[in-house]
């Protein structure tokens, strides 16, 4: 089969675009130990009656409402449901917050409402750098949360703030977030198999 320079120019671009994708997702290979202690964090959590709050920016909610979502719901197998709320899906909330008192305030104002000692904060995000998720965090820790950072590109002005953190490097944001579904399905297995029926 002939194909024109533009079909061959695109083929190759779709090779290294997959690439790149497996090669990014391929340095969490390092990070098995980590990988293991979220899934242990996860699992603790909701074993001992606290609930999972999540909340990422853009993409990263997204990834937020697809942990909270196959909480509640499942991810495989049908079990027992659990308690996963994602900050970032309430548009009556996020507006009323936005609205009142600013952007910034958006996830805090629900982890002051919603958080409880003994709960898990999950942030996403793959700069660090959103005030928002940085206000989240320390209304968290004045609720007596743990938390679990979802991170990219090493140096991010949320690292090491976290109880535990992955953080995947790379400067590439799709790179990043896809990366993360990884994390996300492995939490999800983990939890999958400790609730089985």
Do not use: Y
């Not at 194909?3 to 391929?26: F, G, H, I």
């Not at 209304?139 to 743990?146: D, I, L, T």
Request: hydrophobic share 45%; glycine share 10%.
């Amino acid at each position: 089969m002939n194909l024109s320079l533009d079909e061959q120019a695109l083929q190759a671009q779709c090779k290294r675009q997959v690439e790149s994708a497996v090669s990014t997702v391929n340095l969490l290979l390092c990070q098995t130990d980590r990988l293991a202690s979220a899934a242990r964090l996860v699992v603790e959590t909701l074993r001992s009656g606290g609930q999972i709050l999540t909340a990422g920016n853009g993409g990263s909610a997204a990834e937020a409402m697809h942990m909270a979502e196959e909480l509640v719901g499942r991810f495989r197998t049908n079990r027992r449901s659990l308690p996963g709320i994602a900050l970032t899906a309430d548009g009556t909330a996020l507006t009323c917050i936005g609205n009142d008192f600013g952007f910034d305030c958006v996830f805090s104002r629900q982890v002051e409402g919603l958080g409880r000692p003994g709960d898990l904060l999950v942030l996403f995000s793959t700069s660090g750098s959103a005030r928002n998720l940085r206000r989240a965090l320390d209304a968290a820790r004045a609720a007596r949360m743990r938390v679990l950072l979802i991170l990219g590109r090493e140096g991010s002005p949320l690292g090491g703030l976290g109880d535990l953190e992955i953080c995947v490097p790379g400067e590439a944001t799709e790179r990043i977030q896809e990366a993360h579904q990884v994390i996300l399905h492995i939490l999800l297995d983990a939890v999958e198999r400790a609730f089985a029926s």
